[in-house]
């Protein structure tokens, strides 16, 4: 399916030019970006929609909140213990000397030693489970929008497709999911101890708030990136061919320049937190020791209560520095999770019929009445058109490169939405049809071939799964692919996709007829499905065809005017507009603009 222009606003965001590349490089530039209205907007509403994702594993959130409480409640015992501990163990040695037996020293501190070791081995075990069950929550958190993808991939129109970069795509179904996930586990829980050194969360607030932008920025290049290396790596050959593989290059460096200079600032904000809050924890604990060494000088305040309190400088430097990492790694995961949302909701298909009506024993009856469409709701491409195919007739579809023959056969599939007049299949409108009922009743062979990895019987067999081996080798006879298919190694269990090089193109377009007769629809859609193949092997193709396509309605979209001159009728079409109809006789006879073509297609060959 080629791809349509696409709406001036998608244009811009999918590639930065040289001069915005050297502005988005300051730092400035970007807290700019982050200022912008929708961005802070789109953060708190994907804040929500994630909690409320991860509501519904409450009892495993559960599980992390009281493992969470008691592990920190034993964390924070210890320090009560050793100090406790120590004093004992001064105030023996003020009261008998220096010196002792190993039984009198395991009597003052055994006790202590034995709880301090329960609750370290007690806190271990419950922070494992802590960390498993997170771990849990957050795999299946990236689960569920994973599964909400692959929905929401189903229901998108067409033109969504034709709109995106596929590698952008990509990169919001696969590499942004897991960046939420990633969140989740590497400490999310450090946020609940977050109550003290008001220094240090104010430190990290304000360093979080500089932030959004920078992760935001950084998943855009890596998906603009990876639609990049999509479209290269399939047109490798044509690049090639006209030898821009040191254009190539030059534009992948300044993508990967980007993506370095995007991921290099965001990592550096989630790390630069960690020695500015360390730095400050430290302080509190020098300012701490000096103030417990004075109490103590003075008396009123024990050593092993000092050395309880330093200890808790140094528990609660750690949670703090940790959440402060969380927070900062929190916005990536916001700035994901926008991308993520966004795509699941992007405009779906016009919803089917509560009440889809069936056609049983189709005929083929075709009706175009007075159909207006457009890619743009402000720049129709088509309008009024109208004309009728009776049932077993072969329409020829005709017209210069963008003459919008393509997409009239992709409004009779209802892949687009009209955006006036109707379209009827024996009669009843394609809308009160259900999707899948029509596209069973349509069979499909496109200019551009595609086959999944798999054998080649179950490729043949894409469109009737449960076709007997004898169906599919009698399906590939008359698509004259029989014989190649049984000179490689496996023959039909040969594994093959369209990315080996098992298959020319040329038999991979005979693999795709083949497909589409097997389905035996009522209608079938040729879309130059003979243009990759050799003039031998298209003149067999277009017999087996021929053949296929008794008792049917076809419509063969065709740039070789010579190969349509049979057809009921052929449709002649300029700009989006039918201009002319009729046999080919009677459209020579006219002499106007199908004559012009089949003449210079005519005299190119004599030429």
């Known amino acids: 399916m080629k791809k349509q222009r696409k709406k001036p606003q998608q244009e811009n965001q999918q590639t930065l030019n040289a001069e915005d590349l050297h ?37 495993a959130l559960l599980i992390i909140l009281l493992a969470a409480v008691v592990s920190n409640g034993l964390y924070a015992l210890t320090p009560i213990i050793m100090g406790k501990a120590l004093d004992q163990l001064i105030q023996a040695i003020s009261t008998n000397g220096i010196g002792g037996s190993f039984e009198q020293l395991a009597e003052i501190v055994g006790l202590p030693l034995l709880l301090l070791g329960l609750a370290y081995l007690i806190g271990a075990a419950i922070s494992f489970l802590q960390e498993y069950t997170m771990a849990s929550v957050g795999e299946k958190l990236a689960l569920s929008l994973r599964e909400k993808i692959s929905e929401k991939i189903t229901r998108l129109p067409l033109h969504y497709y034709d709109a995106n970069e596929t590698g952008v795509v990509l990169s919001r179904t696969t590499n942004d999911p897991d960046k939420i996930a990633e969140i989740l586990k590497t400490g999310a829980m450090a946020v609940i101890i977050i109550g003290t050194m008001s220094l240090s969360v104010f430190a990290t607030k304000w360093i979080s708030g500089k932030t959004l932008a920078i992760f935001y920025e950084n998943q855009k290049v890596l998906g603009e990136l990876n639609g990049k290396i999509e479209e290269y790596y399939t047109g490798n050959l044509i690049i090639k061919s006209f030898n821009q593989q040191d254009q190539v290059i030059q534009t992948e460096r300044e993508l990967s320049e980007r993506q370095y200079q995007a991921n290099k600032k965001s990592q550096f904000v989630i ?40 200890q808790y400088v140094n528990q609660i430097a ?20 926008e991308r993520v949302f966004e795509f699941l909701d992007e405009p779906e298909e016009v919803p089917e019929t509560s009440t889809p009506k069936q056609i049983i024993q189709p005929d083929g009856a075709v009706a175009f ?117 049984r000179t490689l190694s496996e023959g039909y269990d040969t594994v093959i996709s369209n990315e080996e090089g098992t298959v020319s193109q040329g038999q991979m377009q005979l693999l795709t007829i083949a497909r589409a007769m097997l389905a035996n629809p009522a209608l079938m859609i040729l879309d130059e499905a003979t243009s990759s193949v050799d003039t031998k092997t298209e003149l067999q193709v277009q017999k087996a065809m021929l053949s296929s396509m008794k008792g049917k309605t076809s419509f063969v979209i065709a740039h070789r005017l010579s190969t349509i001159k049979s057809a009921d009728l052929i449709l002649v079409m300029k700009n989006g507009t039918i201009v002319e ?22 005299n190119n060959l004599m030429g």
């Open 23 to 59: 502005k988005m490089e300051d730092l400035s530039e970007m807290e700019d970006l982050a200022e912008m209205e929708d961005i802070p907007k789109n953060s708190k509403a994907s804040a929500k929609r994630l909690m409320a994702l991860l509501l519904k594993q409450k009892g």
């Open 271 to 310: 790390y630069a937190i960690y020695p500015a809050i360390r730095f400050l924890t430290q302080l509190s604990f020098v300012v701490t020791a000096i103030a417990g060494g004075i109490f103590a000088i003075n008396g009123t305040m024990t050593i092993g209560t000092v050395q309880a309190f330093l």
């Open 318 to 337: 750690d949670p703090i520095t940790q959440s402060s990492y969380f927070i900062n790694s929190m916005q990536a995961a916001l700035a994901s999770a």
């Open 369 to 485: 009445e007075h159909v207006r469409f457009g890619y743009h709701p402000d720049e129709l491409l088509m309008e009024d058109i109208s004309f009728t195919v009776r049932p077993n007739e072969m329409v020829a579809i005709v017209g210069p490169t963008g003459a919008g023959k393509t997409t009239l056969v992709n409004l009779l599939m209802r892949f687009y939405e009209l955006d006036g007049g109707t379209i009827k299949v024996d009669g009843i409108d394609i809308k009160d049809l259900s999707k899948s009922g029509l596209r069973r009743m349509v069979g499909m062979v496109l200019q551009d071939t595609w086959l999944f990895k798999g054998t080649i019987a179950e490729n043949i067999a894409y469109g009737k799964m449960d076709a007997t081996r004898e169906e599919i080798i009698q399906v590939a006879k008359a698509a004259r692919c029989d014989h190649f298919i």
């Open 581 to 602: 109809k009729g046999t080919h006789q009677e459209l020579l006879a006219a002499d106007r603009f199908y004559a012009d073509l089949y003449n210079s297609q005519f």
